[in-house]
């Protein structure tokens, strides 16, 4: 049952990127233009729903690889690396691909646009949380300790 839910996880990402990257690029006309930006805050509650999604799907690749014996160091890094430049090469134009509370905390702050921070701010953390059920549904048993051990 893991692997076929490890099966499902992946194409979903797939198809998610794929399908992701195609409309995006049709949207904006293949560039982020004055246009793409306006449409991107049109779409703020597509963003909420992109956000989530993009931050799981981070989170699920930094469990997966921060935990067990096989994926540790530089492989780590390339894997993890790889996901932040798969997603905010699609996801971009769209959202800002933030998948950080942080990393959109400060310019929000400092350029005083907070309108649409609680986007930025309870999607990534929601996507995180989505992210252990989903590494413990998919990896072996004991590899996502609980939080607070008993």
């Known amino acids: 049952m893991k692997k076929l839910l ?10 998610f990127a794929g399908t992701g990257a195609i409309v995006i690029n049709e949207v904006s006309g293949g560039a982020v233009t004055h246009a793409g930006i ?13 956000e989530l999604v993009l931050t799981a799907i981070l989170m ?14 530089v492989t780590a890094g390339i894997a993890i690396g790889s996901v ?4 905010a090469m699609f996801a971009g134009p769209v959202s800002g691909a933030s998948m950080n509370p942080a990393r959109s905390l400060a310019p929000a702050l400092v ?7 609680w986007i ?8 995180a949380l989505l992210a252990i059920p989903l590494c413990k549904a998919t ?3 004991g590899c996502c300790p609980p939080l607070h051990p008993s």
């Open 139 to 141: 990896r072996c048993d």
């Open 38 to 50: 306006a449409l991107t805050f049109g779409l703020v509650v597509q963003s909420f729903v992109l």
């Open 120 to 127: 930025y701010l309870a999607a990534p953390a929601l996507g």
């Open 111 to 117: 350029s005083g646009s907070l309108e649409h921070l």
């Open 84 to 87: 932040i430049a798969l997603e």
């Open 60 to 73: 699920l690749t930094i469990l997966s690889v921060s935990t067990g014996g096989k994926e540790k160091g």
């Open 6 to 15: 490890a099966e499902a996880l992946g194409t979903f990402t797939l198809v």
